[in-house]
């Protein structure tokens, strides 16, 4: 089974609204990180967010936000108020501390429209 | 303090060459993970070491090897190029496990890559 899923491959967005990019993931370990990456077109990664399971507030960052479900196991990015500049690709992505393993989705291909 | 840093920028190989990337990790980073990005797609692992050792490789023919030296960094190899073998390489480091075991929130740093042209 896929540790973690992304089944968006691309997303469009209006500027100034907002967006939901989906996550969902897979562990059988009661502790695990989740984080969102974004990759521009510059091909670098950039962390963006990150929730820990254990977590009971829903982790923000200025404009992005993490709907953590835990019941169901996902964990969507919310970008708020898109910008230009947010157009790129979004990974999720886990780490279950045993063994210090991350895992990654195959990310979503955001684009923002003037 | 620097961050990852991953040389060359960008290597341009013919098929059945060797190339060989090289990869400095955060100062304090003892694990080091290599990530292969072809066009448009997502992020494939490929090698995770930590404090020397090969922990875990991910679905690549023996041919894609590499190690890590005793500064943590890294180094990859591909063996007998094929044309498929073009992508983005991406190298990651984090705190190890022997300090970031039972952690949940330690997260990648990446560096930016190598491109990696097969002709």
């Known amino acids: 089974a896929q540790k973690i899923t992304q089944t968006q491959p691309g997303m469009f967005v209006q500027e100034k609204e907002a967006v939901t990019l989906d996550c969902t993931y897979d562990?059988?370990?009661?502790?695990?990180?989740l984080f969102w990456y974004k990759q521009p077109s510059s091909g670098e990664m950039i962390f963006l967010i990150y929730q820990g399971s254990y977590d009971q507030q829903n982790a923000t960052e200025g404009r992005y936000s993490l709907n953590f479900q835990k019941a169901r196991k996902s964990a969507n990015l919310v970008i708020s108020a898109s910008q230009l500049g947010d157009s790129a690709m979004y990974f999720c992505a886990m780490r279950e501390p045993t063994g210090n393993q991350f895992y990654f989705g195959t990310g979503t291909s955001l684009t923002v429209i003037p | 303090e620097a961050g990852v840093t991953q040389s060359p920028t960008h290597l341009i190989k013919t098929r059945g060459q060797q190339a060989t990337l090289r990869c400095s990790p955060i100062s304090g980073h003892t694990s080091v993970y290599w990530y292969q990005q072809a066009l448009g797609l997502g992020l494939q692992f490929l090698l995770w070491y930590d404090e020397g050792e090969e922990r875990n490789r991910g679905n690549f023919p023996p041919r894609f090897s590499g190690r890590q030296f005793p500064n943590y960094s890294s180094e990859l190899n591909v063996n007998a190029l094929e044309l498929e073998d073009s992508a983005l390489y991406l190298c990651?480091?984090?705190?190890?496990?022997?300090?970031?075991?039972?952690?949940?929130?330690?997260?990648?740093?990446f560096g930016s890559g190598t491109q990696l042209s097969v002709l």
């Open positions: 990651a480091s984090s705190l190890g496990r022997a300090l970031a075991g039972g952690v949940t929130n330690e997260k990648l740093f």
């Open positions: 562990t059988s370990d009661p502790s695990y990180g």
